[in-house]
């Protein structure tokens, strides 16, 4: 097995597709403009490419060449407003995310990556940056 592809950013995405599909959409039908895994996975992109303004740089490649990361990266078939996602994502629980973690942590764990932070009783010291 290559530990690289297994803990690369496919099965990260994979996993995070995984449980968006899981989530029941209580929005009603008549008045959806994107669907709950556009609005989702655009809002984790945001976050995974570290940019604010990500969604409307995606919309200008969008424009010029036709397609756009969002798309590519991660099959966002429609962009939605910064607004719907704000507003969209109040309305999700995030325990449905908590699977994402667990598999993902649980990678790191069998493949020995985290090692190095084992601290005390099987707990791991890791600092975070803001």
């Not at 490419?49 to 969604?55: E, F, K």
């Not at 036709?66 to 590519?72: G, P």
């Amino acid at each position: 097995m290559n530990i690289k592809k297994y803990l690369s950013f496919t099965p990260l995405i994979k996993s995070l597709a995984s449980s968006i599909n899981q989530i029941s959409d209580s929005r009603k039908s008549g008045s959806v403009d994107y669907p709950l895994y556009d609005i989702v996975m655009s809002a984790f992109a945001c976050m995974y490419m570290q940019s604010p303004s990500l969604l409307r740089f995606q919309k200008l490649l969008k424009k010029r060449s036709n397609r756009n990361n969002l798309e590519t990266l991660f099959s966002v078939r429609s962009i939605p407003k910064e607004a719907t996602i704000r507003d969209n994502l109040d309305i999700i629980s995030p325990e449905v995310f908590s699977y994402v973690f667990k598999d993902y942590f649980g990678r790191l764990q069998r493949n020995n990556f985290l090692k190095m932070y084992h601290f005390i009783n099987g707990k791991y010291l890791i600092t975070v940056n803001s």
